[in-house]
């Protein structure tokens, strides 16, 4: 990287990468430190994990057990640590490695992501535009790159591509996990909201305004007995349109 790369940016931004890649070590001399960068980390995706509304550092400091103002040593605000538990979130992910073919390793990508967002749900608070540029994060992006450039595809569609499929895991588990917050928070199950206003139907809903919804009830197509499937399809589907893309290029 040149010279002139290295001075770009802020000094806010510069002291955020050095947190992400280069966190300074515990100290070897002098009382053994109560707090690590990694204790605070930790501390907040455990706040997190209760609720991610919840997350600041008071609430982190509490965690610990310590006053708010010894976690500004570590790190610079709740914001730049949010980017550090992002990314360490990250670093649960899993690789394929590059034996499979390039379909079968984007797949395995796509699971390890709905996998990821699972077990942490206060993931869904995150920003897939604003993504912190840690190690983990660029690393399973680097690896997912690299898959689906397998296809031979053109680099603008390879990168839109594996974004397209980040973006539908995300966007499904997004979907999936708050209403099992809302579920837990109220009390109220989808179906249960649902009943609640089944007078709807017979109250404001016509076959001449919906004819196709219409159509689509009598001939069973809500009639889904897996919903949490719906991600699966989508990513057939993604993954079925780059293949043709890859096809397409090659004949």
Avoid at 30 to 44: E, F
Avoid at 49 to 78: C, F, H, I, N, W
Avoid at 216 to 227: C, K, R, S
């Amino acid at each position: 990287m040149t010279e002139e790369h290295q001075t770009w940016g802020t000094p806010e931004g510069q002291a955020m990468i050095e947190l992400l890649w280069d966190p300074p070590p515990p100290a070897r001399r002098g009382p053994r430190q109560r707090l690590t960068l990694d204790r605070v980390v930790d501390a907040g995706m455990a706040v997190a994990a209760r609720s991610v509304d919840e997350l600041s550092m008071r609430k982190v400091a509490q965690e610990l057990g310590v006053g708010a103002m010894s976690l500004y040593t570590y790190v610079p605000g709740r914001d730049e640590l949010f980017e550090l538990m992002v990314d360490r979130a990250w670093g649960d992910r899993r690789l394929p490695g590059t034996g499979p073919p390039w379909r079968e390793q984007a797949e395995f990508h796509a699971r390890e992501a709905w996998r990821m967002y699972r077990e942490h749900p206060w993931l869904i608070s995150s920003n897939l535009w604003r993504m912190p540029l840690g190690p983990h994060v660029l690393d399973v992006q680097e690896d997912l790159y690299r898959a689906v450039a397998e296809t031979g595809l053109e680099p603008v569609t390879v990168v839109r591509s594996a974004g397209l499929i980040e973006s539908h895991v995300f966007g499904a588990a997004r979907s999936e996990i708050t209403d099992t917050s809302v579920a837990a928070r109220t009390g109220v199950t989808q179906d249960d909201y649902y009943s609640a206003r089944a007078g709807f139907w017979g109250s404001h809903f016509t076959e001449e305004r919906f004819p196709t919804m219409t159509r689509l009830w009598y001939a069973g197509g809500f009639d889904d007995d897996n919903p949490s499937g719906d991600w699966e399809f989508g990513l057939a589907l993604i993954l079925d349109g780059i293949e043709r893309l890859a096809g397409d290029r090659e004949a």
